[in-house]
């Protein structure tokens, strides 16, 4: 029997690593540089065709997280109904991919109306200024707002990989169980 699940754990490593570092390039790479195209009127314009190129690799990257979770899942059913702790951190990391990739919609609904704006007149892709439409100007803020609580919900799925990688040592495995086990002896 091969109990290794290395295609399923790189799915969902590397795909959360992907929707992290891409969602904080984009916003301190490209909506940061968005400020500096000359054109004020081009702004929007410009960061807006660069989160659509982006956006079909972030979906794959998304896609590859939650396959590759759901593989994991299927893989360490049983530590996850059996090993405490594991069943919190698992249900917490779905909260935070449920969450994440709410953020993640939304934030691509905004930029789609932003870029049917076409030339809109701003500090940046997503800083208005005096001279932007109010509607353009709102979702500018939302989504200025929404390019860090990505990133954050995306840090925190990635470190709790990383604390379900250390439940799975053999001394935390058994301390896991025995303490479940003792909990539910104690009823």
Not at 5 to 20: S, Y
Not at 44 to 53: D, H, I, K, M, T
Not at 90 to 110: F, M, P, Q, R
Not at 157 to 185: C, D, H, K, N, Y
């Amino acid at each position: 029997m091969n109990d290794r699940n290395t295609l399923v754990r790189t799915l969902h490593d590397v795909g959360g690593a992907v929707w992290l570092g891409g969602s904080l390039m984009g916003a301190v790479g490209l909506n940061g540089a968005s400020r500096n195209v000359s054109d004020t009127d081009e702004r929007v314009r410009v960061a807006s065709a660069g989160w659509a190129r982006w956006a079909p690799f972030s979906a794959a990257a998304i896609g590859a997280h939650v396959i590759g979770g759901i593989g994991l899942l299927v893989a360490n059913r049983g530590r996850v109904k059996g090993q405490s702790g594991v069943t919190a951190n698992t249900a917490v990391k779905t909260a935070l991919t449920v969450a994440a990739i709410a953020t993640t919609a939304y934030s691509g609904l905004l930029g789609a109306k932003l870029a049917k704006a076409g030339r809109v007149h701003a500090e940046g892709g997503v800083v208005p200024d005096s001279e932007t439409p109010t509607g353009i100007a709102a979702s500018q803020q939302a989504l200025r707002n929404l390019q860090w609580v990505t990133p954050v919900l995306t840090a925190a799925i990635v470190a709790l990989g990383s604390q379900q990688g250390e439940q799975q040592r053999p001394g935390q495995m058994l301390g896991g169980f025995t303490t479940r086990v003792a909990r539910f002896a104690g009823r």
